[in-house]
Nanobody, 116 residues
Framework: QVQLVESGGGLVQPGGSLRLSCAAS????????MGWYRQAPGKERELVAA???????NYANSVKGRFTISRDNAKNTVYLQMNSLKPEDTAVYYC??????????WGQGTQVTVSS
């Protein structure tokens, strides 16, 4: 069993910043990929950013240069620093952990709203 607990969402004005955190607990392999996805109303869930245990990263084109993903392997925690936020970044953000043998875990989601 794996549990992912997210924090850090909220309401921010355009151009502002937020930092999301996700702490994983339970049965976790050292080789894994942690990531953030988001889902806006009426849209499909999409990858925002992902990071391997070796710190290789991948970003959606829409967030490159504005968002930074990082992780602390000792704490099994992944972070998403979001700068220069835009209204189109408004969505529920989900933490994801992909592990060997097809084990795929999701957090409960945290709302991010960018509005003036």
């Amino acid at each position: 069993q794996v549990q992912l607990v997210e924090s850090g969402g909220g309401l921010v004005q355009p151009g502002g910043s937020l930092r999301l955190s996700c702490a994983a607990s339970g049965s976790i392999f050292s080789s894994n990929v942690m990531g953030w996805y988001r889902q806006a109303p009426g849209k499909e869930r999409e990858l925002v950013a992902a990071i391997t245990n070796g710190d290789s990263t991948n970003y959606a084109n829409s967030v490159k240069g504005r968002f930074t993903i990082s992780r602390d392997n000792a704490k099994n925690t992944v972070y998403l620093q979001m700068n220069s936020l835009k209204p189109e970044d408004t969505a529920v953000y989900y933490c994801n952990l992909k592990q060997p043998y097809g084990v795929n875990s999701w957090g409960q989601g945290t709302q991010v709203t960018v509005s003036s």
